[in-house]
């Protein structure tokens, strides 16, 4: 989600925010902005985008694992922090569509979203090589698009979702996968509610695939990783695609295209009715009603 802001400064430089490195056959691509719990700018998806182009292009690497340094997996698209940069020029990779910088209104969201949130996902799901997101700590609304473009999510115990953009009058994140990971009532539920789910609910919901100690997270997912890459490199390609067009026949693709609109709609509604697209939310109030819900769900 994205609003324009007034008179907005150069970004900050924060240096690597996406590292890379390379295990054998494995490539750890790594989110590296903890200070901000991983908050997803344009600048980290692009440098995601190259790292994922890395990985690709390297004949050797046969599995990709996707981390995120600190406490948290991640919290998200950065709606709030000193390096917000959704006033960047960036070159179009994902979609084929002009660039949103000085567009107006609906136009900028629309563009900018269709390129850098559900573009770039789709894009990462076409990954013709292996994913696995290492997930710990928080993965909430545009992180759990990222973890859902991986084929498979292994989750710290301590890990826990949500997608609370429904707070904002919004129908959920950009890639709208939920009533295909979570099924429509879970998916409805979450959406309704905005609740946290932890990870033991996920992986009974079909959503992750492994749970384990926080302490043995990167060594399971490695041994995991391990185990893929002894098999055949275009045989697991081939593979991948057969389950991602079974699941487009099941109609994954069409409902995101579909309720991507509802999406866009709902923010042209709020910023027709209220301060901005986002509902009047930001970072600071978001984090308040979820700890507030919270507290009020388990009576604390």
Not at 86 to 114: C, I, M, S, T
Not at 192 to 213: I, K, L, P
Not at 224 to 248: H, R, Y
Request: hydrophobic share 40%.
């Amino acid at each position: 989600m994205t609003t324009a802001a007034s008179a907005p400064g150069p970004v900050p430089d924060e240096g690597e925010v996406v590292t890379y490195e390379r295990r054998g056959p494995i490539a750890i691509v790594t989110m590296n902005r903890p200070d901000y719990r991983n908050a997803q700018n344009s600048v980290m998806t692009y440098a995601l985008d190259a790292a994922f182009e890395r990985a690709v292009e390297d004949a050797d690497v046969k599995v990709i694992v996707l981390a995120g340094n600190g406490k948290h997996f991640s919290a998200g698209h950065d709606i709030g922090t000193p390096g917000r940069d959704h006033h960047v020029e960036y070159d179009n990779k994902a979609a084929l569509w002009w660039d949103h910088v000085d567009r107006p209104g609906g136009d900028q969201r629309f563009a900018r979203e269709l390129e850098v949130y559900l573009g770039m996902c789709r894009r990462w799901r076409e990954l013709p090589k292996p994913t696995i997101a290492m997930v710990q700590g928080a993965c909430i609304a545009g992180a759990m698009m990222l973890a859902w473009v991986c084929d498979m999510i292994v989750a710290s115990e301590d890990a826990f979702f949500s997608d609370p953009v429904v707070r904002m009058g919004i129908p959920g994140v950009e890639y709208f996968a939920h009533p295909w990971v979570l099924g429509p009532r879970r998916a409805k539920e979450v959406l309704y509610t905005g609740d946290r789910f932890s990870a033991e609910q996920a992986y009974e919901w079909g959503m992750v695939n492994r749970v384990v100690a926080r302490d043995e997270l990167e060594s399971h997912t490695m041994e995991l990783a391990e185990k893929i890459s002894a098999m055949p490199q275009f045989g697991l390609a081939l593979t991948k695609k057969a389950v991602n067009q079974c699941e487009d026949l099941m109609g994954l693709r069409a409902g995101m295209d579909s309720v991507f609109g509802l999406h866009h709609f709902a923010h042209a509604h709020n910023a027709e009715v209220g301060a901005d697209s986002l509902g009047g939310m930001n970072a600071k109030s978001m984090k308040a009603t979820a700890t507030t819900a919270t507290a009020q769900k388990y009576g604390k």
